[in-house]
């Protein structure tokens, strides 16, 4: 009996009205279809699970693609050890060529992982400086991209990779276009010596502390560090010059031969955009030091004296920085030019 | 060790919004950090300088934010980010094509951005952003661009007008038509200018002078903008006006609704906002109509305009444009010389070859003909065409819609030049009232009553009518000569001036049975009015000052006095009567004499309501036939109107019948009743249901009770509760509705 009443309802419910009630949503149709969804397509990156019996050069493209394009802070961590090995394997080797490589991971110096910055540091160690060279100007940008960020961390493993690159190209880094001033704008602007600002905001009366920043306590370490870094970059740029060994066929190869280096009229800047000031090249000592004289002296040297007045670390720093300087411009004054 | 806590602002996501946000609320103590934000910006912009193709998604994102950054605060260190406009300009110029399009909508809405924040002035961001409009292959780009121009002219017009940014962007869309005539790219100035026109942000003659250069182009496309914007802009422009006054708020639906609704800041904020609406509907609707003149009275030598796109679009026979298109620019052109009364002879015999029935949509040729008409065409070019008509369309062979379209198009040339005809075609064609069609009969007899009352004599006797041959003996009715012109007045100016006079010698009788009283009182008075207020009204006798005398307006006297003389009865009645008036008389000198004030205009309209004046202005048809023609000048004469007597007594298909009937009705999807329908209104309306309806849904087991306790009830009890009952509705009910 039981049964038979229930299926009765069931067969009764189908012809019930729906009943309203005030405050509820209304009952779907039987025959309601959920459009509201919107189909999305689904990327995914390749990621090859077969391991074995990949082409190497296949398998360091992938891994390379990996490194820059992967959401996932470890395979990118992953993948630029796996470029660091075959990049320092005996023999070496880079189906790509540095600036290749160069391109793809020049982005991740400001990456928010940090494993995968120390991972890159260490990339770019093991890449041939003579390759390296003729890329300054572009690994530079990137450079002052990552000072001058938002993370204090980025910041200081920037500076790391800055100071790798005064290593192998330090010539290149202060001669290239926009090396010279627009670094050391972002050198004054991390240790907190830009006069821009303070000239730009016309805030007087008040003693603005050497940074603000934000959220982070500014250890007296990484201050330390700036200006080490920056002292190396002073120096590199005042690094008297010395004249090139003789060479008998020199000048004639540069007479009749083609030029063996990328760019070689690049002062000539015949096909670029108008340079400013602050991007122009400055390419020999001469002229560095009389920007720096014109522009940054009196900012640099307010900066160090009130660096000292701090002691312990940071004034051990900045009495280094100032020993470089002096030794920079007072070499400039002494030795004659040839 | 305790692990080191991760400030939020080293969350690289999240960090750029909320040093944008510290830096609006403080800007003095965030200079540093934007500082080292702009070099990052610089440099990035520099790495994507050096190679804008090939950038990676994760450079174009990191700059994408920071050109954000920047532009939301660049108002705030206006010496740091000086270049930052000029970057985006050139970004804009240079790489538009291959900018990633997020980026690209970045860079452009951070330049209207600081635009907003007036870093940029309107003009050189509309200079940036047009020539990227007119060159972009993207259609993305395109609209987005062109809402952002066009937005920003409107925001840039909306308190004031911007004269100077406006002739500059007039100028820069007038040069686009006019550089390069045969291109496409003029297209965005007719779109820009009609838009703005629409909008009634541009008024004034310089847009026309753009669209008729676009009318002039060789560019079939941007030709048909500009004819489009001439035949149709204007009534865009009304209709617009319309729209946005059309959605009303009702006032005290709001504030019923906010009695009832939770009171919260939002409602209220809501509410304001439609009661601050409301009042500014009304103070709009209460301010003067501003005076907009259609763009084709606006035209800079219209002849010559007419003249030009009548010689390059339909006289030339290489032009290849389509038919439906030529017919525009026909329209176009036929509008103009009706409109301003033009003298293109050729086009009248460039019509011949057109008017035949078989000629694809002919009815518009027609009415474009009829429009093309005017008193000062010469009747000898006419002829032929009507001629034409007649032969071709309007014969017993043809079918009855097109001897109705015929006689029609005849009676609508006939309406503006009435010398056209021929007596013995008008005869012929008048004849055809005794066709079995009833759309021929009408078209003739319109015809016949046409001529009955402009030329007469054409027709034979028998089909004058009373009136028209009344007319004809008593010498009223007088064939109009080629080129003659009413002559122009005001209507009743005689009973006005009538009037004054009788005002002014009233005044001197009184005062002179009075014996004496300042005589220079007479003309301060002498208007019936404080002439305090309406000095500029009194007569000319007024510059003597105290001088005035009664030898003095006896000078005045026998110029104004003259149609007084006449007779007793108002000047126009005396004309009726045919009396030898020279016309010179006729014509009142008062206005021309004296100034008019809003007084004398007030008792001129009275005045002329007591005379009846209306009903000597002729009879009606004369009435409806000018009001037609005015009809014409201000929309043109279309193909629906040449086609109109045709369909007379034709039975409508029942699709037509069902749609005509629907017509004005609310929609029905389903068949529903009518109740239905109210109650899905109300719900629709937010409307919830009435006491009755939800006593009616009430679950029975919950009214069962009561029901039982009812019935229960002592005679006293229920004798209270209905006394009770009635005490209460006396009152008004719960909610006191009578107190």
Request: proline fraction near 4%; glycine fraction near 6%; charge should be positive.
């Amino acid at each position: 009996m039981g049964s038979s009443n229930k299926k009765k309802k069931e067969k009764k419910k189908d012809f019930n009205k729906a009943k309203l009630k005030v405050g509820k949503a209304k009952a779907k149709a039987a025959n309601f279809t959920d459009t509201s969804f919107k189909s999305k397509s689904i990327v995914v990156n390749q990621e090859a699970i077969a391991v074995d019996n990949i082409d190497p050069t296949k398998q360091f493209k992938q891994n390379l693609s990996l490194a820059a394009t992967s959401k996932t802070d470890n395979i990118r961590r992953d993948a630029l050890s796996y470029l660091i090995n075959q990049l320092s394997a005996k023999p070496r080797h880079d189906p790509i060529g540095t600036a290749g490589i160069l391109t793809k991971l020049l982005p991740l110096v400001s990456d928010s992982s940090k494993a995968v910055r120390a991972r890159l540091l260490a990339l770019f160690r093991v890449l041939p400086p003579s390759e390296v060279r003729p890329h300054a100007e572009k690994i530079l940008m990137y450079t002052r991209g990552g000072m001058t960020h938002l993370s204090n961390d980025i910041r200081n493993d920037t500076l790391n990779v800055m100071e790798w690159l005064i290593e192998v190209a330090g010539d290149d880094v202060v001669s290239c276009p926009g090396g010279w001033l627009k670094t050391l704008n972002s050198f004054s602007s991390m240790l907190g010596w830009n006069p821009n600002v303070g000239s730009a905001m016309s805030s007087k009366g008040w003693t603005t502390g050497s940074k603000t920043l934000l959220g982070t306590k500014k250890g007296p370490e990484s201050q330390a560090r700036q200006m080490q870094v920056l002292a190396q970059f002073l120096k590199a740029g005042f690094q008297p010059e010395m004249s090139a060994p003789y060479e008998s066929r020199a000048y004639w190869d540069n007479i009749y031969r083609l030029p063996g280096m990328p760019n070689p009229f690049a002062y000539l800047n015949l096909f670029g955009t108008p340079r400013d000031e602050g991007s122009e090249m400055y390419p020999d000592r001469t002229s560095r030091k009389r920007v720096f004289d014109l522009k940054w002296k009196v900012a640099i040297y307010t900066g160090i004296d009130g660096a000292k007045k701090e002691g312990g670390l940071v004034g051990r720093a900045a009495a280094a920085l100032d020993k470089v300087l002096a030794e920079g411009l007072k070499e400039g004054n002494s030795v004659p030019e040839n | 060790m305790v692990k080191r806590k991760v400030a939020a602002l080293e969350k690289v996501e999240a960090d750029l919004v909320s040093l944008q946000y510290k830096i609006r609320r403080d800007p003095q103590s965030y200079a540093q950090e934007f500082y080292d934000q702009w070099l990052s910006y610089d440099a990035q912009r520099q790495i994507f300088v050096s190679a804008p193709t090939t950038a990676s998604l994760d450079d174009v994102k990191k700059f994408h934010d920071l050109v954000d950054l920047v532009a939301h605060v660049a108002d705030l260190y206006p010496e740091l980010t000086a270049p930052y406009p000029d970057h985006l300009k050139e970004l804009l110029n240079r790489h538009h094509a291959v900018l990633n399009s997020e980026l690209r909508g970045k860079v452009v809405g951070s330049l209207v951005l600081i635009r907003r924040k007036e870093v940029i002035d309107s003009t050189s961001l509309l200079t940036t952003l047009f020539p990227i409009l007119i060159s972009t292959p993207s259609k993305t780009l395109r609209t987005l661009l062109y809402g952002k121009i066009i937005s920003d002219l409107r925001e840039s017009n909306s308190r004031t007008t911007n004269h100077r940014l406006n002739k500059t962007i007039q100028t820069v869309l007038y040069n686009l038509v006019t550089s390069d005539r045969t291109s496409t790219k003029g297209m965005w100035a007719t779109r820009i200018t009609r838009e703005l026109w629409r909008r009634q942000i541009w008024v004034d003659a310089k847009p026309c002078d753009v669209m008729k250069e676009a009318c002039l182009s060789d560019n079939e496309k941007v030709v048909v903008g500009g004819v489009r914007f001439f035949l149709g802009g204007d009534k865009e422009r009304e209709e617009a006006e319309d729209d946005s006054s059309d959605e009303e708020i009702d006032v005290r639906r709001v504030k019923h609704v906010g009695t009832i609704n939770k009171k919260t800041k939002k409602r209220r904020k809501a509410m304001d906002k439609a009661i601050s609406k409301v009042k500014k509907q009304e103070h709009k609707k209460k301010a003067p109509h501003p005076l907009n003149f259609s763009a084709l009275h606006l035209i800079h030598d219209p002849q010559g305009f007419a003249e030009k796109l009548f010689q390059k679009h339909l006289q030339n026979t290489k032009n290849k444009f389509t038919l439906e298109n030529k017919l525009l620019v026909l329209q176009l052109v036929t509008r103009l010389v009706g409109l301003h009364k033009l003298t293109i002879i050729s086009l009248y015999s460039w019509f011949v070859r057109y008017l035949t029935p078989k000629q694809e949509s002919v009815t518009s040729f027609l009415a474009s003909l009829a429009q093309a008409t005017h008193n000062l065409v010469p009747p000898d070019a006419l002829e032929p065409l009507v001629i034409k008509i007649a032969n071709e369309f309007v014969s017993e062979a043809s079918a009855t819609e097109v001897a109705a379209a015929g006689i029609n198009a005849i009676r609508e040339v006939a309406i503006r030049q009435p010398l056209c005809m021929s007596e013995t075609l008008l005869q012929d064609l008048v004849l055809y009232q005794r066709s079995k069609d009833k759309g021929v009969v009408m078209a003739a007899k319109g015809l016949q009553s046409l001529y009955r009352e402009v030329y007469p004599q054409l027709l034979q006797k028998k089909y004058r009518g009373k009136e028209a041959t009344m007319g004809l003996r008593s010498g009223e009715t007088k064939q109009r000569k080629f080129g003659e012109e009413d002559v122009g007045g005001i209507e009743g100016i005689e009973l006005l001036e009538q009037w004054k006079e009788e005002q002014k010698t009233a005044k001197l009788a009184a005062m002179f049975a009075e014996g004496e009283g300042g005589e220079a009182k007479i003309d301060v008075d002498d208007d019936g009015f404080d002439s305090d207020e309406w000095e500029v009204g009194s007569e000319e006798t007024d510059s003597s000052g105290g001088w005035i005398n009664v030898s003095d307006d006896e000078d005045d006297g026998p110029a104004t006095k003259r149609p007084r003389t006449d007779s007793d009865a108002p000047p126009l009645v005396g004309e009726d009567n045919g009396n030898a008036i020279s016309e010179a008389n006729r014509i009142s000198k008062l206005a021309t004499t004296s100034i008019l004030t809003p007084a004398d205009l007030l008792k001129l309209q009275e005045l002329r309501r007591e005379a009846n004046v209306e009903k000597l202005l002729g009879s009606k048809t004369a009435k409806r036939k000018k009001e037609l023609i005015q009809r014409h000048i201000d929309e043109g004469v279309t193909a629906d109107d040449i086609e109109m007597p045709a369909n007379i007594g034709k039975k409508s298909t029942k699709e037509e019948r069902l749609a005509m009937a629907k017509d004005g009705k609310p929609l029905r999807e389903e068949h529903k009743s009518t109740q239905a329908i109210r109650k899905s209104k109300k719900e629709a309306l937010g409307k919830s249901s009435t006491n009755k309806e939800k006593a009616r849904k009430k679950n029975f087991l919950m009214t069962i009770g009561k029901a039982r306790a009812k019935n229960k009830r002592s005679l006293t009890d229920t004798q209270k509760s209905l006394k009770a009952h009635v005490a209460k509705a006396k009152s008004g009910g719960r909610r006191k509705n009578g107190a």
